[in-house]
């Protein structure tokens, strides 16, 4: 089911406080309709001129999301999180309302395994997954950083001394430090996929895949 939704179809987002404002603000950049729900009046004033629907409604009641047509979306967001009562009873809403992918934020893992329990089709740490984002740029020389679940991470850089000004072939990325550099952003210059011919220089910036132990280590090279 979740293979055979349309990538622009339009997505229901319930909750505008941080999370939810953000996700539906960049939903609304990227194109897509949105419709935002929340039980406050004036966060759905201040964000109804922003995105393409946005309405006052009780998310609680299976009835008031009937009312706005929630059972028509392919795609929600729940993106309530202070209250875990009223997350569960959302997520729940949109289960029975058959809606076929549910997004979920969770504030804790027994949050986040209760609201898988009762049908969250993907869930959302947004504090725990910024905080541990943060933990692996202080060090500086990372710029950006995504895990994903087995391990394995790409990063933006700075490359390393020891990589500068060799070819990747003669630097060894790959066999020393069993990382793979799979592209390069040079100053003023569009970002190209690296070869074992690119030669790496003090200016760039790098994007490396490995795994997160491997990539620390690279990074921490002097």
Known sequence: MVDRIK?????????????????????????REVLAVDGDEALVQKWAERVTHAVVADARNIDALRQIGAQDFSIAVCAVGSSIEASVLITANLVDLKVPQIWAKAISASHGKILQRIGANHVIYPEREAGERTAHLVSGRMLDFIEFDDDFALVKMYPPKPIRGKTLTE????????????????????????????VVSNHDLIIVSGTEGDIEKFAALE
């Open 7 to 31: 990538h622009d179809a339009p997505v229901l987002v319930i909750g505008l406080g941080r999370f939810g404002a953000a996700t539906a603000g960049q939903l609304d950049r990227l194109g």
């Open 171 to 198: 630097s060894g990325v790959r066999s020393r430090h069993r990382v793979t550099v799979v592209g390069v952003k040079s100053p003023g210059k569009p970002f190209t996929y690296a070869t074992e011919k690119t």
